[in-house]
């Protein structure tokens, strides 16, 4: 009876250890693939490229890193959708508000008027000390 | 990946009507939240950035794109640690657990390490908080990352020290957790010293090895009570009674997890816009 019972016990041990062993792997190599576009990202910078083109593409390498980060080590691709619904609603709110306020910010009707003529005695003075 | 899932997904607490523990959800719905505070500062650096003051520093000859490299690849690397530990916990190895923790605790440190260097050159070459708006944006942006860096610390160490609770703790076990919390708060801040020490001296004299030994006698006081808080930490880590600490702390382990990962990812956005942006 022992033994009969100890066959299915040790497959799901085996099972288990296979599972662990594989996840860690997993998380070894997307830490090293993160480690990789890190680098890429810094060659990125100084290659002879399009300004908008160099842009763009380090938004989705940032953009990729910080997906891999958020589903892989924080679990969010093995938890419950609430969890991701939950933490995409504060990113959404978020980039809502950074992308609002660089868009007021990029009217030029935005800058005060005393700050306007405090930068230009500023841009004189700097100016007349070069 | 299904098979994967098997194995995270039984720790959920199905006495919730979530079906998500408590703790974990006060996790995620407090990280949203600190997404929008980092928004803010993000936003306002960026803001002046693109109309830049006529006192903004040319930051390209200030910034240092190896060193934040380095520090940018070893939070990475403490995020893989920190996986590795809630996996760890999750499977009730203790040992494992806390060397995982431990890492992690390193890899933190080496970070601040790298923050304080690049905070004192900053400052030598002028660059202070009311030096400038481009000061005022940055080092308040950094800087309460770096505040948030230094909470996991402490965290991560609170933590660490909580996995030798004995089975049957008394009040000996308290009075050994301030000694063990102490050690570390101490060989932290004569490490920190140490290391700036050297660093100075390498920046003088070129990275050898005359380089580690001047820096070490420049902080002979420094590097003895590091010696000293290190053989405590060393001697406090061993324990060879049943500990209260197992799967079913996994879910503290996991709520410190999510907030180091959060703050490695706050970090990859600081990283691209903060510093490689400014290199276009």
């Given at each position: 009876m022992s033994s009969a019972a100890s066959v299915p016990h040790s497959a799901h041990v085996q099972e288990h250890a296979h599972a662990d062993s594989g996840k860690f792997h997993l998380f070894v190599q997307i830490a090293m693939l993160l480690?990789?576009?890190?680098?890429?990202?810094?060659?990125?910078?100084?290659?002879?490229?399009?300004?908008?083109?160099?842009?763009?593409?380090?938004?989705v390498l940032s953009l990729v890193k910080f997906l891999y980060v958020i589903f892989y080590f924080m679990?969010?691709?093995?938890?419950?959708?609430?969890?991701?619904?939950?933490?995409?609603?504060?990113?959404?709110?978020?980039?809502?508000?950074?992308?609002?306020?660089?868009?007021?910010?990029?009217?030029?009707?935005?800058?005060?008027e005393t700050a306007k003529v405090i930068?230009?005695?500023?841009?004189?003075?700097?100016?007349?000390?070069? | 990946m299904s098979a994967h899932a098997g194995t995270i997904d039984h720790h959920h607490d199905h006495t919730t009507t979530t079906g998500i523990p408590n703790k974990k959800l006060f996790m995620w719905a407090?990280?949203?939240s600190d997404c929008m505070f980092f928004a803010a500062l993000i936003s306002t650096h960026v803001i002046y950035r693109l109309h830049p003051t006529p006192d903004s520093p040319d930051v390209t000859k200030i910034f240092s794109i190896e060193l934040t490299s380095f520090s940018t690849f070893i939070l990475l690397m403490?995020?893989?640690?920190?996986?590795?530990?809630?996996?760890?916990?999750?499977?009730?190895?203790?040992?494992?657990?806390?060397?995982m923790i431990l890492g992690t605790i390193f890899f933190g440190l080496i970070f601040l390490g790298c923050q304080v260097y690049e905070f004192t050159h900053f400052v030598h070459l002028g660059l202070t908080l009311s030096s400038s708006m481009f000061g005022a944006t940055f080092y308040t942006l950094t800087g309460t990352h770096g505040v948030h860096v230094a909470i996991g610390v402490v965290w991560l160490v609170l933590t660490y020290i909580r996995t030798f609770k004995p089975a049957n703790a008394g009040k000996a076990w308290v009075v050994r957790a301030v000694v063990q919390f102490t050690a570390f708060a101490v060989a932290t801040v004569a490490m920190m010293v140490v290391m700036l020490a050297v660093t100075h001296a390498g920046a003088e004299n070129g990275y050898d090895l005359s380089a580690l030994v001047h820096g070490i006698e420049h902080s002979a006081a420094a590097s003895i009570v590091l010696a000293v808080s290190c053989a405590v930490l060393v001697g406090l880590s061993r324990s060879?009674?049943?500990?209260?600490?197992?799967?079913?702390?996994?879910?503290?382990?996991?709520?410190?997890?999510?907030?180091?990962?959060?703050?490695d990812i706050v970090w990859i956005i600081i990283f691209t816009v903060v510093y490689l942006l400014e290199y276009l």
């Open positions: 480690g990789i576009i890190t680098g890429v990202e810094i060659v990125i910078i100084y290659l002879p490229l399009a300004k908008w083109l160099i842009v763009t593409s380090l938004s679990h969010l691709k093995f938890d419950k959708l609430f969890c991701t619904i939950l933490f995409f609603i504060g990113l959404v709110l978020a980039s809502g508000t950074a992308a609002a306020l660089l868009a007021i910010f990029s009217a030029k009707d935005s800058i005060p930068y230009a005695e500023r841009a004189a003075a700097a100016a007349t000390a070069q | 407090f990280l949203a403490s995020s893989l640690l920190m996986a590795l530990a809630v996996g760890a916990s999750q499977k009730g190895k203790v040992e494992a657990t806390r060397k060879s009674w049943a500990v209260d600490f197992g799967e079913a702390n996994a879910i503290d382990v996991e709520g410190m997890g999510l907030y180091w990962h959060f703050v």
